[in-house]
């Protein structure tokens, strides 16, 4: 398959109505779309297979320049092409509706415009129902389409004339300036009223869709120097919430390379108990309360203890829904993007011992507490049950944050996290007054402060490391100030920062760790981590450096997408590499913002 046939990974906008979403290329292609739920099977998949995933193409059917970007405030995307004899658009949105039966909350709406000239477009609507496994029926009866599978069936709703294969449907129309034509995708075997969707209709959703998107940013808080790049940040963080749940998957595609050609490709369609802190820090910092405390209601509810697991009693992430099980397995007659196989589902790293998710959740309680609604009785036992498991097994070798394949270590991260969850819960039971064993906690916690001190520092490097005894940078280590656990302004940390720097920092932009010198137990290379950039720019702000903070700043803002989206990862010509978009890169963006306005006054 010629690398050709796929778009970069960053040339995509992304549409969603909190249950699932739809990237949408530059060239007006949906080539991802999994319904009716983030971690269901994809209907388009060409973004992992151009030849069998199935796509929705929607174009300008002549040569024309094209140019992608949101309407603005809203999660409203625009492409526009431009051509010789005219000018059209497609606005892709997906309507936000409520949970009462019938309520169209699987709608796709793609409808297009010619706003000068004439225009004559193109559509193909190939669906791939179940990763490109099950076969499918078409049946068409007027301006309505049904695609039926075994496990699905979508109807598609079109004011142009439409002509089926028996597989896939096609249409070929001009419009004149002023004109629209509007394509209309809803999860069939509904009320037939609400799968028709004439120009009318959809002009209505559409105003629904942008006023819903502008009533939810108006309550932001922000009005630092990065306000557009942080309310992005936001839009895109509430496209990643399951409304159902609360939970905000790591992002919403799964298996796309670290590496172009390599195997590190995972499925992040999930919800990781490590992003815990810096969602309920970033949406209460930015006055998003009711996401905040469905956040935590997802935690309370599905983050239950289970004394009896090897692995302690926290998984590190679960499914949208709560479900623990996510096995992962292999797509093998899927070639992966741009060749990057294996295409994998579900995620095994669910099994692994990662002690710093302790921390993350304890955090995000203590922060909940202070800044939201003081936790219940109920809450502070079960947050004690997690305490006083880490004060008995936090001495322990783990996969650490990174999810290494190539067997437990003593990560300093790990170390490090333990102690926040300790001391975190020491400052809530001081706070509130509420019934702890404080004086064994606090002794854990300084024993783990004198043993990160002691074996996780490296006179070597003159830094903290990435294992005791060795002198490995990781970049991990950026969270010692920004969780309190050194001065930002402390000689050992401000040795460390130039070590990382001089190590792991290319031109603002930051790896994770060299899986060279530290082996992780997986082939091949990766780009750089954007989450750790950000954490960069923080650390950078926190100790006085705000030249250089703020030039690695705004030299990360030229990394993002044209819309302002991040991937997991940024590679050596700034391509977009991973999952995308990540949340956790979003988070650490108005985390860094944040921090950064506040230093810089």
């Not at 896939?168 to 999860?187: H, K, P, S, T, Y």
């Not at 002794?443 to 003159?462: C, E, F, N, P, V």
Request: a negative charge; aromatic letters at 10%.
């Amino acid at each position: 398959m010629s690398a050709t046939e796929y778009l970069p990974i960053g040339e995509h906008g992304l549409i969603g109505n909190l249950r699932t979403v739809a990237l949408v290329g530059t060239n007006g292609t949906i080539d991802w779309y999994c319904c009716p739920d983030f971690d269901s099977p994809s209907v388009f998949g060409a973004l992992l297979d151009a030849d069998l995933g199935g796509s929705f193409e929607l174009a300008a059917d002549t040569p024309a320049a094209t140019k992608q970007f949101y309407f603005p405030d809203t999660n409203v995307l625009i492409t526009r092409f431009a051509a010789a004899d005219g000018v059209g658009e497609v606005q892709d949105f997906m309507p936000i509706a409520d949970d009462s039966p019938g309520s169209g909350r699987h709608r796709l709406i793609r409808q297009v415009t010619c706003v000068r000239g004439s225009l004559p477009f193109r559509a193909t609507i190939a669906p791939r129902f179940g990763y490109a496994t099950e076969p499918h029926t078409v049946q068409v009866s007027g301006d309505h389409v049904t695609f039926e599978s075994p496990s699905l069936a979508l109807s598609l709703t079109a004011t142009v004339p439409l002509e089926s294969d028996g597989r896939d449907v096609r249409a070929r129309f001009v419009l004149g300036e002023g004109e629209q034509a509007v394509f209309a995708f809803d999860r069939a075997g509904e009320d037939i009223a609400l799968r028709t969707c004439p120009v009318r209709e959809a002009q209505e959703e559409f105003i629904a869709t942008v006023r819903y998107w502008r009533n939810w940013l108006s309550a932001s808080r922000y009005r630092g120097r990065w306000r557009e790049v942080v309310h992005r940040s936001a839009l895109t963080l509430k496209l990643l919430t399951y409304a159902p749940s609360g939970g905000i998957v790591a992002a919403p595609t799964t298996s796309l390379p670290e590496q172009v050609g390599g195997p590190r490709n995972w499925d992040y369609r999930y919800v990781w108990i490590r992003d815990a802190a810096f969602c309920v820090y970033a949406l209460l910092r930015l006055g998003f309360t009711e996401e905040a405390e469905a956040f935590m209601g997802f935690l309370t509810r599905h983050a239950i203890l289970d004394s009896a697991r090897a692995e302690g009693p926290l998984q590190i992430m679960y499914g949208i829904d709560g479900r623990r099980d996510l096995p992962e397995r292999e797509l093998t007659h899927l070639e992966g993007y741009r060749g990057s196989a294996p295409v994998r589902i579900g995620n095994a790293a669910a099994g692994q011992l990662q002690l710093d998710i302790y921390g993350a959740l304890v955090d995000s309680v203590y922060l909940y507490n202070k800044w939201g609604q003081p936790i219940s009785s109920d809450r502070w036992d079960e947050l004690c049950a997690i305490v006083n498991w880490v004060c008995q097994n936090w001495d322990q070798p783990d996969e650490g944050i990174w999810e290494t394949r190539g067997g437990r270590k003593n990560f300093v991260y790990s170390r490090l996290m333990c102690w926040v969850a300790i001391e975190r819960a020491i400052r809530v039971a001081s706070h509130r007054g509420l019934p702890a064993d404080l004086t064994y906690w606090q002794r854990t916690r300084d024993t783990i402060y004198r043993q990160i001190m002691d074996r996780g520092w490296s006179d070597k490097l003159a830094a903290f490391v990435q294992h005791f005894d060795d002198n490995v940078p990781d970049a991990a280590i950026l969270m010692m100030p920004l969780a309190k656990f050194v001065s930002p302004t402390d000689p050992k940390w401000l040795s460390t920062l130039d070590a990382l720097t001089g190590k792991l920092v290319s031109d603002s932009l930051v790896y994770r760790y060299d899986p060279e010198t530290s082996p992780d137990g997986l082939p091949g290379k990766e780009g750089t981590f954007s989450v750790c950039s950000f954490w960069y720019v923080e650390t950078l702000a926190r100790a006085g450096r705000l030249d250089e903070a703020r030039l690695a700043f705004e030299k990360m803002l030229t990394y993002a997408n044209h819309v302002g989206l991040y991937a997991e990862q940024i590679g050596h010509t700034g391509e977009q590499l991973g999952n995308f978009p990540q949340a956790l890169t979003h988070l650490a963006l108005i985390s860094a913002a944040f921090n950064l306005d506040h230093a810089l006054g």
